[in-house]
């Protein structure tokens, strides 16, 4: 699985340097592939390729574009396999669900993609106007290592979509779905310049990207530092951001919710990909009164999602994805015991389980939504149960977080779930149950970000607005 190349202007092109990253297997801690470490020069060729590829590429018509979006998501399709061994070595998601959702579901978008600009309305006429979307020009996109190739696709399928080029830097713990891309792209002979890739760090590659003044748009999705940076450096530049930065989503059960299923499905969506996911509810409210009764079901919910090696078939959870990761998640459990939560589950590295990144599932109860295990994104299998008083102190408690991503309701009457989700300050609510949908706009409120991805609505992201009269 290793790359030597970058890949832009339809072809693999030598780094302008010889370092390379190395990329480590969560679970083994060893070095199992590596990629270049690009430069502000790698930078330069694949933005100038990727605004050479726009003069065509953005006036080709919308069935020809479609057509090749499916054309590359037919090429991907024969990857599921090696992309879901990738994925489970760089961030330990366990394989059957990286099989699902971490390869074919996000296959499944590109192609999705297609669709979405085949029944897009691209003119409307409004008084003596035509008003016409066009692309917006070359996007560059930075993508966080959690769900690497999702993140990659929730920029590149609209952007290609609707008629943009673009630049993508993945992250460096998990960049080989990323080449796995532009293979793809490569063996269907996609124009030149449409998807380039050059992987590197943030700090270099990243920063020369969202930099680039041959760069229209950028598209992230990270952390909260990051993007504060990134935000200030294509500010200096006018460049339009989209971004997506992690929350830290409430789950709101009501006090005449079934707890049998309500709890089981909050505990699910917590621990999702050991916890590394942004939409995770990681704050479950439950009324005080029932407090013992939710540490109860979620204790059970937990016992049945099995810590192990991501190979393993009977694995539910695999290590996170670093040291690093580990670390600060190991730190967070701490300050949650000292700032005087119940530990009711887990609490620290798991003694059967030495090598490999691995922390246990960990719930806490009593927990206060002022402690920092409330507050702040741990980004690992923490969850935090907080007992509320009152419907109205669920909802202030939910909304009292520097984030606003997603978060849930359950409760005894979908009527009385709606109520209480339309006051939740969040970019998306799931009530009683409600499944993901891969048609509904996802993206933050608040510090959670800025835009909207997934679905038919990510494609006005990537649009410019033409007024003309007559
Ligand atoms: P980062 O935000 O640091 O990284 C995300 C991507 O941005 C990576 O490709 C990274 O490069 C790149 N990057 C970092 N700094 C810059 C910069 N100044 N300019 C341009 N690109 C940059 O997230 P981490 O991976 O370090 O994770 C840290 C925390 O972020 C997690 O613990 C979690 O809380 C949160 N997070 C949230 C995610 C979400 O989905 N919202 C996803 C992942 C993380 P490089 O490869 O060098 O790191």
């Known amino acids: 699985m290793t790359y030597d190349k970058h890949y832009y202007d339809g072809a693999w092109q030598a780094s302008s340097g010889t370092e390379t990253i190395a990329v480590i297997s969560s679970a083994t801690e060893q070095e199992f592939a590596r990629v270049p470490r690009g430069s502000a020069d790698d930078v330069d060729r694949a933005v100038k390729a990727a605004r050479r590829g726009f003069e065509s590429w953005s006036r080709l018509g919308v069935e020809e574009r479609a057509q090749w ?25 366990a394989l059957g669900f990286a099989t699902k959702v971490q390869a074919e579901f996000p296959i499944m978008m590109i192609g999705m993609n297609a669709k979405f600009i085949r029944e897009a309305k691209l003119e409307e006429e409004l008084g003596n106007s035509l008003v016409i979307k066009e692309p917006i020009g070359v996007v560059g996109c930075v993508t966080p290592w959690n769900y690497p190739l999702h993140q990659a696709v929730c920029k590149i399928g609209p952007g290609l979509a609707a008629g943009c080029t673009v630049v993508l830097k993945p992250a460096e713990m998990a960049p080989l779905s990323a080449f796995m891309l532009a293979e793809a792209a490569h063996e269907i002979g996609l124009p030149k310049g449409v998807l380039n890739i050059v992987s590197g760090s943030g700090r270099v590659v990243g920063e020369a990207i969202v930099a680039h003044p041959g760069v229209d748009m950028v598209s992230f999705t990270g952390s909260l530092t990051a993007g504060r ?28 919710a079934p707890f049998e299923k309500a709890v089981p499905a909050g505990v699910n969506n917590c621990m999702q990909n050991s916890g590394q996911t942004c939409s995770a509810w990681t704050r479950m409210l439950v009324p005080r009164l029932r407090q013992e009764e939710a540490i109860d079901a979620a204790k059970a919910q937990l016992a049945k999602l099995t810590l192990g090696d991501p190979f393993d078939k009977n694995t539910r959870l695999g290590p996170l994805a670093s040291a690093g990761q580990r670390d600060t998640v190991l730190g967070f459990i701490e300050q949650g015991k000292k700032d005087g939560a119940t530990l009711v589950a887990g609490g ?38 907080i007992p509320y008083d009152s419907e109205a102190d669920a909802i202030a408690m939910a909304n009292d977080s520097p984030y606003g991503l997603a978060g849930g309701v359950w409760g005894g009457t979908p009527e009385r779930a709606l109520d209480v989700a339309k006051q939740m300050r969040t970019g998306q609510v799931d009530i009683n149950g409600g499944r993901f949908n891969p048609l509904a706009p996802f993206g933050g409120y608040k510090k959670s970000g800025i835009g909207r991805e997934v679905g038919p609505l990510a494609l006005e992201e990537f649009f410019q607005l033409k007024s003309i009269q007559r």
Do not use: W
């Open 69 to 93: 979006l499916e054309k590359l998501a037919a090429a991907m399709k024969t990857r599921v396999p090696l992309i879901a061994e990738a994925i489970a070595h760089e961030v330990g998601t």
């Open 229 to 256: 940076r990134i935000a200030s450096v294509a500010g200096d530049g006018i460049k339009k951001v989209c971004l997506e930065l992690g929350g830290k989503s409430a789950f709101i059960v009501l006090d005449d």
């Open 348 to 385: 620290g590295r798991p003694s059967h389980l030495a090598t490999g990144f691995y922390v246990e599932p960990t719930i806490f109860a009593n927990v206060s939504n002022t402690m920092a295990i409330a507050q702040e994104e741990i980004f690992g299998p923490v969850l935090s149960i």
